[in-house]
């Protein structure tokens, strides 16, 4: 019978497939090795497959769209209440074919080489920072159990770090200390100039995509935000609206709400955590920016700090800078300051 639908439930190297007709009987529920996968789905007629979206999942969706497929890419909070007992492939498999099917599931776009490329800039990064950071401390914290005490600031300790090197700091320290401290010193270091390497090329990135170059005309974006959020967002149409693009970040309130009481918590949190911590950072550096040359941030920012206490207000603004963004990709614009919404004209 010919197969309508199909569900497949991805891993390292068995794949769980569940296949129906347009009736919805079972047609296929097998296991493939990876091997097997293009080969088995290269002999079926076009069908829509549902998959989990998860790290390896835009490759194989790419793949199986050039074989004629149609692929629909779910969030797996999505999938879950499909899944009627137990933790199995099968089972998993068997839901995602249930689901794929359902009027309103929320799909995600299948994102591009280049767009996952970018991404990869900014994951090594982010992880260059961390350990960047880690190492930091830890010279911060081994310098201060012998009494040396390194002021604030990531320059001022790096600059300690390159002195340390270079044997222009007189540290009165064992030799075993000296010989551990030299090891983070200069981890600590390439770190540093790796992470500059990264941030050049994202600034390459930036100028050469014409989405990025118009994202970072929004005041706190910047290139490595302007270069994450063209890599991340494939479709803006997706969303209805810009508030609705700024709940998929988890900048809005969580609700629990019954018997006609809205109320309204913390934000959610929801989404892409990297794309939003990139947001209530630009939005701090406008906090920044603020006190010193207040003319230069938005005055729709500068009225909200003179009402909202400060981390308040930096989630509010980092609310606003999302719906912007939406704005601008939908629209192929670029920021203006005096803009009004039509709404409000």
């Known amino acids: 019978m010919e197969i309508t639908t199909i569900g497949l439930d991805l891993a390292k190297r068995v794949f769980q497939v569940h296949a129906v007709d347009a009736a919805g009987k079972v047609v296929v529920r097998k296991a493939l090795r990876r091997a097997q996968v293009l080969p088995f789905f290269a002999k079926l007629s076009p069908c829509l497959i549902g998959i989990e979206a998860c790290g390896t999942s835009h490759h194989w969706a790419r793949e199986l769209i050039v074989l004629g497929h149609t692929v629909g890419l779910m969030p797996p909070a ?60 830890m010279i911060r914290g081994q310098l201060a ?9 990531l320059e001022r300790a790096l600059t300690l770090a390159r002195q340390i ?16 401290l030299a090891i983070l010193c200069n981890q600590a270091l390439g770190s540093h100039e790796q992470i ?36 991340s967002v494939t479709d803006p149409a997706q969303f209805k609206s810009g508030r609705q693009f700024a709940a998929w970040l988890g900048l809005t309130p969580l609700q629990n709400s019954s018997g006609g009481k809205e109320r309204l918590g913390r934000i959610s949190k929801m989404g892409d955590k990297y794309l939003r911590r990139l947001l209530v950072i630009g939005a701090t550096s406008l906090t920044r920016q603020y006190k010193n040359r207040p003319e230069k941030v938005p005055a729709h920012f500068a009225s909200l700090l003179a009402r909202k206490p400060l981390r308040v207000a930096t989630v509010a603004m980092a609310n606003k800078m999302a719906r912007i963004i939406w704005a601008l990709m939908t629209r192929k614009e670029t920021y203006r ?8 004209a």
């Open 78 to 137: 999505y999938v879950k209440p499909y899944v009627k007992r137990g933790k199995t492939d099968a089972a998993d498999a068997e839901a995602i074919c249930e689901a794929v099917t359902r009027p309103s599931m929320r799909f995600v776009p299948v994102k591009s080489r280049e767009q996952q490329a970018a991404l990869f800039l900014h994951r090594t990064r982010n992880l260059l920072v961390k350990q960047r950071t880690q190492l930091v401390n």
């Open 165 to 180: 090197l270079d044997g222009a700091a007189n540290l009165d320290l064992p030799e075993h200390g000296i010989m551990m």
């Open 337 to 344: 300051i005096a803009h009004v919404p039509a709404l409000a």
């Open 145 to 153: 159990e012998f009494g040396i005490d390194i002021p604030e600031g």
């Open 196 to 231: 500059r390497k990264v941030e050049r090329e994202l600034l390459v990135l930036q100028r050469s995509d014409d989405m990025a170059r118009r994202l970072a005309t929004i005041p706190g974006i910047g290139p490595i935000g302007a270069t994450a959020f063209a890599a």
